[in-house]
């Protein structure tokens, strides 16, 4: 069963990621001509990735029941919705992969990005989405004052599970738990988790050949220059520096990028 299909509805447990380009109302049409256009190139590429990605499930689970995820692109805003029948929580793990890459790829197109990943209840087909987890995403993909990625209360509580069960050294290749800074924090929840786009950028920098903080602020640098901005990018290259100082040592993918730049 296909949730992409057009005659498909789907109602599981299931994981959804919305994420917002930062600034967009700002634009003139010209610049904004150009967001939708990176925002639409880092779509295609995330398609292709996750077309891989299903293959391999479906190879390794001997079932083509493994489903492609949905991806929609609304003007500046990402909605990434990931379902697996047979083991949500991979889907939730997999969803935090691609929101990695999505995050990195807008920051080489120069659109800064925030948003919240949900998980639970939801029902949709290729046109709509419904459900708790969608309402718990609408509510706070707006609530940081950042740039990066948070999980909603449901989805933390799903994160800290895993991390009882797997070990937190495993799931922080996912998400860590951080002091996410809120617009109000009258409505922070006991404990926020914050996604682990760091590995994703310390990746594309050892690729390069350079230090992932020297790229950080070369993107950074080149992000359209408002002082309203400049605490919201201060505080995503503070979670940036905590997360590469406590937890990059754990990180699987940033070891093996690192043993292949010094091959």
């Known amino acids: 069963m296909n949730p992409s299909s057009e005659t498909t509805l789907v109602a599981s447990d299931a994981t959804i990621a ?13 610049e904004a001509r150009r967001w939708v256009q990176a925002i639409q190139t880092v ?13 391999r499930a479906r190879l390794v689970s001997g079932s083509d029941s493994v489903p492609e995820p949905l991806l929609r692109v609304l003007g500046d805003t990402i909605v990434l919705v990931w379902w697996l029948p047979t083991n949500p929580t991979y889907a939730l793990l997999q969803a935090s992969m691609d929101v990695q890459q999505i995050v990195i790829g807008c920051l080489q197109h120069k659109i800064p ?13 290729a046109e709509t989405a419904l459900g708790r987890a969608v309402a718990e995403a609408r509510d706070w993909y ?15 509580e799903e994160l800290q599970r895993l991390a009882q069960v797997s070990g937190m050294e495993s799931v922080s290749q996912f998400f860590i738990p951080y002091r996410v800074p809120l617009k109000c924090e009258a409505t922070r ?7 682990s786009w760091p590995i994703e950028l310390a990746v594309e920098a050892l690729k390069a050949h350079t230090a992932p903080s020297k790229l950080l602020e070369e993107l950074l640098g080149g992000m359209p220059r408002d002082p309203s ?35």
């Open 43 to 55: 779509a295609r590429q995330m398609r292709a990735l996750s077309a891989d990605t299903v293959a």
């Open 189 to 195: 929840p006991d404990k926020t988790w914050a996604l």
């Open 18 to 30: 919305v994420l917002d380009g930062l600034g967009a109302s700002e634009l003139g049409l010209q």
């Open 113 to 125: 990005l925030r948003g919240a990943v949900s998980y639970g209840e939801l029902a949709w087909d």
């Open 229 to 263: 901005h400049e605490p919201i990018y201060a505080a995503g290259a503070a979670f940036f520096e905590h997360y590469m100082a406590q937890w990059a040592t754990h990180s699987t993918r940033i070891g093996e990028a690192a043993g292949r730049s010094r091959a």
């Open 142 to 156: 707006e609530a940081a004052n950042w740039l990066g990625v948070m999980a909603t209360p449901t989805c933390a």
